[in-house]
């Protein structure tokens, strides 16, 4: 008891800053011949010892009730495959039968995620985009803080690898490098025809992005992606998404009509917004793959 009690009380100096009272300094009092000072004998109660109990009890009244929490809403969940579970036949029952008419979107996953479930798509977006936000606050050069030596050195890098480049892969790249880029483009304007979309035909763009740096270096990308551009078109990305599903929902909630027309089923232009927004979500997932290799490669865009 006492060895878990001193362990809780380390635990809560080291919370508070109190390094002192974790690895007390050398006194006259450590040398063994010495004895250690007397501690005067009190009759009132450790208050260490009621806080550290008091702590213990209130943490483990926390866990056991989001572990309960948990267990009795997997208790409630409706089972899989019972005739009346909801997923089994209103939500897909909708998507399946009245798909195509509400959305206009022959590929009825994409008219379920940039229709029925925008909002929920807008949300995942963010997320990349706060993914490779945080990794910039953590990885990105910055230049005022940076020394003349140390930017001696990156250029020095930088112009090795550019003298080291492998032949083949640049020729490989470069064979390859345009059917990657027009596939990626095909993807996300077909999403609403046919299976892909934005998240696919952007990672497919992205990987060609890097894998053009990887072969010519990120120089050559700078020259037409760079920092600017990619705030530029996340950004632009982002609020366009956001403001064309607003006024989606906002006229278009409890199937009234939102006076955008969802074109011929199967025509390039056509299932309303869900052709711009495939546009927008790819832009976003390319600027993301390529922002995470370039920011870990060399701590920039």
Not at 123 to 142: H, K, Y
Not at 164 to 178: A, E, G
Not at 271 to 289: E, N
Request: glycine share 8%; proline share 5%; with cysteine.
């Amino acid at each position: 008891m006492n060895t878990e009690i001193g362990f809780f009380k380390r635990l809560n100096d080291w919370v508070n800053g109190d390094e002192d009272r974790i690895f007390p300094s050398k006194n006259e009092y450590d040398s063994p011949e010495l004895p250690e000072p007397p501690v005067a004998k009190s009759s009132l109660p450790n208050k260490d010892i009621l806080f550290l109990s008091s702590y213990q009890v209130i943490a483990i009244t926390v866990v056991l009730g989001l572990v309960f929490v948990l267990l009795y809403t997997v208790y409630k969940l409706p089972l899989f495959g019972v005739a009346d579970n909801p997923a089994v036949n209103e939500v897909v029952e909708r998507y399946v039968e009245k798909g195509l008419e509400e959305t206009g979107a022959v590929n009825v996953v994409a008219g379920m995620i940039l229709d029925y479930r925008a909002f929920d798509t807008l949300g995942e977006s963010s997320v990349l985009l706060l993914a490779i936000t945080s990794v910039m606050m953590l990885l990105l050069r910055d230049e005022k803080n940076i020394d003349p030596e140390e930017d001696l050195i990156t250029e020095h890098e930088a112009v090795f690898e550019d003298q080291s480049r492998d032949v083949i892969l640049q020729n490989v790249t470069t064979i390859l490098l345009p059917a990657i880029m027009l596939y990626g483009i095909y993807v996300i304007l077909n999403g609403h025809l046919s299976p892909g979309g934005g998240f696919s035909g952007g990672a497919i763009l992205g990987a060609g992005l890097i894998l053009y740096a990887t072969g010519f270096g990120h120089n050559r990308v700078r020259k037409f992606f760079s920092m600017k551009t990619f705030r530029a078109l996340t950004t632009t990305a982002l609020l366009s998404y956001g403001l064309l599903k607003s006024y989606s929902f906002l006229l278009g909630a409890n199937h009234l009509p939102t006076h955008i027309p969802l074109g011929i089923p199967g025509a390039i232009f056509s299932s309303g917004l869900i052709f711009v927004l495939d546009i927008c979500v790819g832009l976003i997932v390319a600027c993301t793959m390529y922002g995470f290799y370039a920011v870990f490669s060399r701590g920039e865009i």
